[in-house]
């Protein structure tokens, strides 16, 4: 099984950024952790990071015909980005949305999830391990 991990705007500061909320792990330590449990789960990954939502639909798009799911963390474009849940619905790939914080504690604006719409799963609050429970819940989909 091959899936595309997309991590959006400011996670590529993990470790620095809020460390209270978002822990002291660096992104490296967090595309370690993806490549890690995807040996050990036989699953081929591509990992991309983007500050620019127009990226982030781009490497949507590309996953057409090509992956066979996507494990996305939109962070802050979650609760903004129509543009991502139209690139999401376009590709029809099965989509697991995650985030490392657990949104249903925070502020009012972090409710709205617009890619929420188009993906068959939220994993919040559960750190990197989210990442990990996304995928597993992608390849039982894929043993059904
Ligand atoms: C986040 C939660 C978002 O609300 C926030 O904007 C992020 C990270 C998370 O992983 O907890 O940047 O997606």
Same mark, same amino acid.
């Given at each position: 099984m091959k899936l595309l991990f997309l991590n959006g705007p400011n996670l590529n500061m993990l470790g620095i950024r809020e460390p209270d909320i978002y822990g002291r792990q660096t992104y490296a330590d967090l595309e370690n952790y993806i490549? #890690?449990? =995807?040996?050990?789960?036989?699953?081929? =990954?591509?990992i991309v990071q983007s500050n620019h939502e127009g990226t982030l639909v781009d490497a949507i798009q590309a996953a057409y015909g090509k992956m066979d799911g996507i494990v996305i963390n939109p962070a802050a474009y979650t609760h903004t980005s129509v543009a991502l849940l139209d690139a999401l619905k376009a590709v029809m790939?099965? %989509?697991?949305?995650?985030?490392?914080? #657990?949104? $249903?504690?925070?502020?009012?604006?972090?409710?709205? $999830?617009?890619?929420?719409? %188009?993906? =068959?799963?939220?994993? %919040?609050?559960?750190?990197?391990?989210?990442?990990?429970?996304?995928?597993?819940?992608?390849? $039982?989909?894929?043993?059904?």
């Amino acid at each position: 099984m091959k899936l595309l991990f997309l991590n959006g705007p400011n996670l590529n500061m993990l470790g620095i950024r809020e460390p209270d909320i978002y822990g002291r792990q660096t992104y490296a330590d967090l595309e370690n952790y993806i490549r #890690d449990f =995807c040996g050990e789960l036989g699953i081929d =990954c591509e990992i991309v990071q983007s500050n620019h939502e127009g990226t982030l639909v781009d490497a949507i798009q590309a996953a057409y015909g090509k992956m066979d799911g996507i494990v996305i963390n939109p962070a802050a474009y979650t609760h903004t980005s129509v543009a991502l849940l139209d690139a999401l619905k376009a590709v029809m790939l099965p %989509a697991v949305e995650v985030h490392l914080s #657990d949104v $249903s504690k925070r502020e009012d604006f972090r409710q709205i $999830s617009y890619v929420r719409l %188009a993906c =068959c799963r939220t994993v %919040a609050g559960y750190g990197f391990e989210g990442y990990r429970l996304a995928a597993e819940h992608l390849l $039982s989909l894929e043993k059904q």
